[in-house]
C-alpha cells in the first residue's frame, strides 16, 4: 500500500506558478489595459472584449496540469532567449578581440515590447534579428505530440487554425514600422515530448490580415459587445473549450 508523500510538491509548484504568473501579469499589463493583447490576435472577438474592453476577471482559468504545461513552455520560451543572449555576448567579445574595435550591431533582440497605437495593440516579439542590413522576425511556440502531428505528420489538419501566423503578423507591423524594413518572419517550433525544433517561414501576407483583424476588432467594440458569429465569436469552435472567459460568455449568464 502506497504511504502519502509528507511534501505536497505539487501544492507547492501550484502555489509557485501561480506567484509567477501574477508577477508577469503586474509587470506586463497593470497600468497599460487599454490596449488589446497582441497575442490574441485572431482570436474570439468576444473573448477579446471581455478581457480588454471590460476588463473582466476569467471564471475559467486552467486547472494545475494546465498551467504546469504552460509552464514548461514558458521554460522553453526563456531557455531559447537566454540562449540568443549569451550568443550576441560571445560574437561581440570575439570580434573585439579579434580587431580591436567596439561592434554596434546587435544580434539579437528578445523579448522586446511593441505598440501599434493605430490599431490599439501592445505586445511583446520574441526574437528579431539584425544581419547584413536585413531584418527578420521570430517567435517561439511549444507544442505536444498530438498538435505537432496535426501540423507536421503524415495526418495533417485540412483546416488548421492561423493563430500563431496572425500574432507573428502583428509583431510583423510593429518591427517593420521601427525598423523600416522587414525581410523575412518566422515561427520556430518545440515539440515538448521529445525537444524536437522546426523552423518553418510565414508568408508576409499576414501583415496585411493581422492589420485587417485589428481594425475590424476595433470598428465592431465601438458597437457594444460582439454577438455570436461563426469564424469571429468564436474565431474557431475549439477555444471556447480553452476560454478563460467560458461561464462569462455564457448566454444564460449574460442575459
Known amino acids: 500500500m502506497s504511504q502519502a508523500s509528507p511534501v505536497d510538491i505539487e501544492g507547492i509548484y501550484k ?3 501561480s506567484k509567477k504568473n501574477e508577477k508577469n501579469r503586474a509587470e506586463r499589463y497593470v497600468g497599460k489595459e487599454e490596449y488589446y493583447h497582441a497575442s490574441s490576435t485572431g482570436s474570439c472577438s468576444r473573448k477579446i472584449w471581455f478581457e480588454s474592453i471590460q476588463k473582466a476577471t476569467p471564471t475559467d482559468e486552467p486547472d494545475n496540469r494546465a498551467q504546469r504545461l504552460l509552464r ?15 550568443y550576441n555576448v560571445t560574437i561581440h567579445s570575439n570580434k573585439e578581440k ?8 546587435t544580434k539579437f533582440l528578445v523579448e522586446k515590447e511593441i505598440i501599434l497605437p493605430t490599431l490599439n495593440v501592445r505586445g511583446f516579439y520574441d526574437l ?11 517567435d517561439f511556440k511549444t507544442m505536444a505530440s498530438y498538435t505537432w502531428s496535426r501540423k507536421f505528420g503524415h495526418n495533417k489538419d485540412p483546416n488548421p487554425s492561423r493563430l500563431h501566423e496572425m500574432q507573428l503578423g502583428t509583431y510583423g507591423l510593429a518591427v517593420k514600422e521601427e525598423f523600416g524594413r ?3 518572419m518566422y515561427l520556430c517550433y518545440y515539440k515538448k515530448d521529445d525537444s524536437r525544433l522546426k523552423t518553418v517561414p510565414v508568408a508576409m501576407t499576414y501583415l496585411g490580415y493581422a492589420e485587417s483583424y485589428w481594425r475590424d476588432i476595433n470598428k465592431e467594440h465601438k458597437l457594444g459587445i460582439p454577438m455570436f458569429k461563426e469564424g469571429i465569436s468564436p474565431a474557431y469552435p475549439w ?3 480553452y476560454c478563460q472567459f467560458k461561464t462569462l460568455c455564457s448566454p444564460v449568464n449574460l442575459k
Open 128 to 138: 528579431v534579428t539584425l544581419a547584413s542590413e536585413k531584418v527578420y522576425l521570430f
Open 15 to 17: 502555489d509557485y506558478i
Open 98 to 105: 579579434e580587431n580591436n574595435i567596439k561592434e554596434k550591431e
Open 182 to 184: 522587414l525581410d523575412g
Open 239 to 241: 477555444m471556447c473549450n
Open 72 to 86: 514548461l513552455g514558458t521554460i522553453v520560451h526563456d531557455d531559447i532567449q537566454n540562449a540568443l543572449l549569451q
